[in-house]
């Protein structure tokens, strides 16, 4: 499950489009943030994830982050200043069991378009010629349909769609969108004969009766996908602090849960920071980004671990691409990940969560606000032509730099405990021996 929030600049503080995203997935399915650069094609066709499609004689750079075993993006950015992220939803629709799946759309959007709306009529295009389809899980069958949020430095646009049919509304200020569809009739955009199939659907009585949302929705898998009720917290989130929006703010907003004091074996759907928890919160948060997208200049901030409540935002430019961050992940410990190193650290926090965190989450934030302040003062450098890219990706190495260092000072001091609830330690435990994580003091 994935939660995406969008402020354009009438919403935030400093007059940059925002775009945030928490992406969900199975414990096990490490992350990988990959920077391609732009790259010049001769082979007539591309292997995704599933199929094969038509490939073009040049790509743009891009920065996207990735389930490990999938050639698509979840979310990501190419070096134009487009941004795109999705998420999964459940409707009337029928699904398939083959074709382009949803990332796989994102990455092809950002590869070779350069504006939002290009992008949207782009992925518009493949789900009408090619269809949409596949499963989205390695672990298990996953059918769904997609919805997007893609911008880029002047808007942003909101595509939801279910089977070959969709709509698409422009955002005036902000927007977020997860497990469910969101567009009653205020769209902006339609697939041809997307009222007059509801009506033959006898899912509305006419056009007067059609909400786009409500018609296509289903609602058994909707209901339990909890998006509703993530959607309308972080929709609440945004208009409160419309005009003043910045990237703290939705920062806080990606790392919160739904209830207080947080623990993750009371943990629910509807957190935002989804902390895994069995047959009933069976995702957890895989990696997060936020994009700051102004005309002049882009960043990108990921955490490029699981669940931001206990991550660092680091700063990342598609003039410059990533640091080493070792060994490719997959869904088995590799101490030589940066993905799962950190992942190991998590999963010792999570055995006795309210403790660790209250000792680790003052000096979390504040190397968090050290980074933020650094990049700030590196932006208005490299603004004025004092500093050049070298600068952009030191600032870089040493924002991943700081969170290894971070969590080094930690390690001998996070308290691994026998977790209270029995069938959450279970559920964990079967976790961590499939992927292959051992630490001390976790019953046998």
């Not at 414990?27 to 292997?47: C, G, L, M, S, T």
């Not at 909101?158 to 422009?170: I, N």
């Not at 569809?181 to 902006?188: A, G, K, M, Q």
């Not at 040493?398 to 029995?422: G, S």
């Given at each position: 499950?994935c939660?995406?929030?969008?402020?354009?600049?009438?919403?935030?503080?400093?007059?940059?489009?925002?775009?945030?995203?928490?992406s969900?997935?199975?414990?096990?399915?490490?992350q990988?943030?990959?920077?391609?650069?732009?790259?010049?094609?001769?082979?007539?066709?591309?292997?995704?994830?599933?199929?094969?499609?038509?490939?073009?004689?040049?790509?743009?750079?891009?920065?996207?982050?990735?389930?490990?075993?999938?050639?698509?993006?979840?979310?990501?950015?190419?070096?134009?200043?487009?941004?795109?992220?999705?998420?999964?939803?459940?409707?009337?629709?029928?699904?398939?069991?083959?074709?382009?799946?949803?990332?796989?759309m994102?990455?092809?959007?950002?590869?070779?378009?350069?504006?939002?709306?290009?992008?949207?009529?782009?992925i518009?295009?493949?789900?009408?010629?090619?269809?949409?389809?596949?499963?989205?899980?390695?672990?298990?069958?996953?059918?769904?349909?997609?919805?997007?949020?893609i911008?880029?430095?002047?808007?942003?646009?909101?595509?939801?769609?279910?089977?070959?049919?969709?709509?698409?509304?422009?955002?005036?200020?902000v927007?977020?969108?997860?497990?469910?569809?969101?567009?009653?009739?205020?769209?902006?955009?339609?697939s041809?004969?997307?009222?007059?199939?509801?009506?033959?659907?006898?899912?509305?009585?006419?056009?007067?009766?059609?909400?786009?949302?409500?018609?296509?929705?289903?609602?058994?898998?909707?209901?339990?996908?909890?998006?509703?009720?993530?959607?309308?917290?972080?929709?609440?989130?945004?208009?409160?602090?419309?005009?003043?929006?910045?990237?703290?703010?939705?920062?806080?907003?990606?790392?919160?849960?739904?209830?207080?004091?947080?623990?993750?074996?009371?943990?629910?759907m509807?957190?935002?920071?989804?902390?895994?928890?069995?047959?009933?919160r069976?995702?957890?948060?895989?990696?997060?980004?936020?994009?700051?997208?102004?005309?002049?200049?882009?960043?990108h901030?990921f955490?490029?671990?699981s669940?931001?409540c206990?991550?660092?935002?680091?700063?990342?430019?598609?003039?410059?691409g990533?640091?080493?961050?070792g060994?490719?992940?997959?869904?088995?410990?590799?101490?030589?990940?940066?993905?799962?190193?950190?992942?190991?650290?998590?999963?010792?926090?999570?055995?006795?969560?309210?403790?660790?965190?209250?000792?680790?989450?003052?000096?979390?934030?504040?190397?968090?606000?050290?980074?933020?302040?650094?990049?700030?003062?590196?932006?208005?450098?490299?603004?004025?032509?004092?500093?050049?890219?070298?600068?952009?990706?030191?600032?870089?190495?040493?924002?991943?730099?700081?969170?290894?260092?971070?969590?080094?000072?930690?390690?001998?001091?996070?308290?691994?405990?026998?977790?209270l609830?029995?069938?959450?330690?279970?559920?964990?435990?079967?976790?961590?021996?499939?992927?292959?994580?051992?630490?001390?003091?976790?019953?046998?």
């Amino acid at each position: 499950m994935c939660d995406i929030l969008v402020a354009t600049s009438k919403a935030t503080a400093s007059g940059e489009n925002l775009f945030a995203k928490n992406s969900d997935r199975d414990p096990n399915e490490a992350q990988v943030i990959e920077f391609i650069p732009r790259q010049q094609h001769d082979e007539e066709k591309v292997k995704l994830t599933y199929v094969e499609f038509p490939q073009v004689k040049e790509t743009y750079s891009i920065i996207i982050s990735r389930p490990w075993w999938m050639w698509g993006a979840e979310m990501g950015a190419n070096e134009h200043g487009l941004v795109i992220g999705n998420t999964a939803v459940f409707t009337k629709e029928p699904y398939s069991k083959s074709g382009v799946l949803g990332m796989d759309m994102i990455r092809l959007a950002l590869e070779r378009t350069k504006e939002a709306r290009d992008a949207l009529n782009f992925i518009v295009s493949i789900i009408e010629q090619y269809g949409q389809g596949g499963s989205g899980s390695y672990e298990h069958k996953l059918l769904y349909h997609n919805s997007f949020v893609i911008m880029d430095k002047k808007e942003a646009l909101v595509l939801e769609t279910a089977g070959k049919y969709w709509v698409a509304k422009k955002v005036d200020t902000v927007y977020s969108i997860s497990n469910a569809l969101t567009i009653d009739r205020d769209w902006d955009l339609a697939s041809k004969n997307v009222i007059e199939h509801a009506i033959e659907k006898k899912w509305c009585k006419d056009d007067k009766d059609f909400s786009f949302a409500k018609c296509y929705s289903d609602k058994f898998y909707t209901y339990f996908a909890h998006g509703r009720e993530r959607r309308a917290f972080t929709f609440k989130m945004l208009k409160e602090m419309e005009g003043k929006i910045d990237l703290e703010y939705l920062i806080s907003i990606l790392s919160s849960h739904s209830k207080r004091p947080y623990s993750p074996e009371t943990g629910s759907m509807k957190d935002i920071c989804m902390h895994y928890g069995g047959t009933t919160r069976p995702s957890q948060t895989a990696n997060s980004q936020i994009s700051q997208i102004g005309e002049d200049f882009q960043v990108h901030w990921f955490t490029g671990t699981s669940l931001p409540c206990m991550s660092i935002f680091k700063p990342v430019f598609l003039e410059t691409g990533l640091p080493d961050l070792g060994e490719k992940p997959t869904n088995k410990y590799n101490g030589k990940s940066y993905w799962w190193v950190f992942e190991r650290y998590h999963r010792i926090i999570q055995t006795n969560y309210r403790q660790n965190m209250r000792m680790f989450l003052k000096q979390k934030n504040g190397v968090q606000k050290k980074i933020i302040e650094h990049a700030e003062w590196i932006k208005k450098l490299y603004l004025e032509k004092k500093i050049g890219k070298e600068e952009l990706y030191g600032l870089t190495d040493w924002a991943f730099a700081e969170e290894r260092n971070l969590v080094k000072n930690f390690e001998d001091k996070f308290k691994v405990r026998q977790i209270l609830f029995p069938t959450y330690c279970m559920n964990i435990k079967r976790v961590n021996e499939k992927a292959g994580i051992k630490f001390k003091g976790m019953s046998k």
